[in-house]
């Protein structure tokens, strides 16, 4: 099965997506499962993970809401209060849904860049390792140091490093990341979304520009730790999905790997069963 493991869902009226302006042209409008099934379909991918785009607890409904009328989102990265004293009974709660598989605090847009280390957020992710969940990392480069530390705090907790944490592809920013990424892969199980690169590059970017990145990704974390994800309709800022799919596909083929040998269910493994044959696309 092809899952992409990152795209987002929205609905303007639903009101709770602070950074979403009309500025964005491209993607100031409704993002919905019609709209991305046959994009899909085209590019041959059999199902996706929908994360969560607003840090509101109504997001992560919505989104579930859209995961139980369509059996090819296998599943849900939500947003709740990891802070908040009442985090581990609603992560409980929420738990409940057979589709939730993670959370994702909007670490890249948190004044404390450290934020992930202090003690208040034990509770809750106590309670997603008891409910086997994954902590997805919206991390800058900034934040791998931190990052690092985090992972040796819980190292029984599942993270995935979102966008492969976001290098500053359009600045040539290279060597710093690289050896980051590198830390955190050999002394760590975290996994790393390929996914997000296409945004990050300066405008009318060239494959050339994002090579380098999706190798050296490739190359730090072994075959059953890389998830490839779309970032769909982020994406559509920067490229189109066939696109970015083709050159992360051309880049792992040269190295002798294929974007899809792993299951996304080892990073996600409260994911469903799905066999490609139940998914209908």
């Known amino acids: 099965m092809k899952i992409d493991a990152h795209q987002h869902f929205w609905k303007l009226a639903r009101g709770d997506y602070s950074w979403l302006t009309p500025e964005l042209e491209p993607l100031y409008r409704d993002f919905a499962p019609e709209d991305l099934k046959p994009i899909l379909a085209e590019a041959g991918i059999d199902a996706t993970i929908a994360v969560q785009a607003a840090d509101t607890e109504a997001e992560t409904e919505y989104l579930l809401s859209l995961a139980d009328k369509h059996d090819w989102i296998l599943g849900v990265v939500g947003w709740t209060d990891l802070e908040a004293p009442d985090a581990p009974e609603k992560i409980a709660l929420m738990a409940q849904h057979p589709k939730l598989v993670g959370f994702r605090p909007m670490i890249q847009d948190l004044e404390e860049d450290a934020w992930m280390l202090q003690n208040t957020l034990r509770p809750a992710l106590a309670a997603m390792e008891k409910h086997n969940?994954?902590?997805?990392?919206?991390?800058?480069?900034r934040h791998l140091q931190y990052l690092l530390r985090f992972l040796e705090t819980y190292p029984d907790l599942r993270v995935v490093i979102d966008h492969g944490a976001k290098p500053e592809i359009r600045n040539g920013q290279f060597e710093a990341w690289a050896s980051d990424m590198r830390q955190i892969a050999s002394t760590s199980q975290a996994f790393c979304k390929l996914?997000?690169?296409?945004?990050?590059?300066?405008?009318?970017?060239?494959?050339?520009?994002?090579?380098?990145?999706?190798?050296?990704?490739?190359?730090?974390?072994?075959?059953?730790?890389?998830?490839?994800?779309?970032?769909?309709?982020?994406?559509?800022?920067?490229?189109?999905?066939?696109?970015?799919?083709?050159v992360a596909q051309e880049a792992a083929e040269n190295l002798g790997r294929d974007i899809f040998e792993t299951p996304s269910q080892k990073a996600y493994p409260r994911l469903n069963q799905t066999t490609k044959q139940e998914v209908q696309l």
């Open 133 to 141: 969940l994954t902590f997805d990392a919206l991390v800058l480069p």
């Open 195 to 246: 996914s997000g690169l296409a945004t990050e590059a300066a405008p009318n970017w060239q494959p050339k520009d994002l090579s380098p990145y999706i190798v050296e990704i490739l190359q730090a974390f072994p075959p059953g730790r890389v998830l490839f994800g779309s970032d769909w309709p982020v994406l559509n800022l920067a490229s189109t999905y066939g696109a970015w799919l083709a």
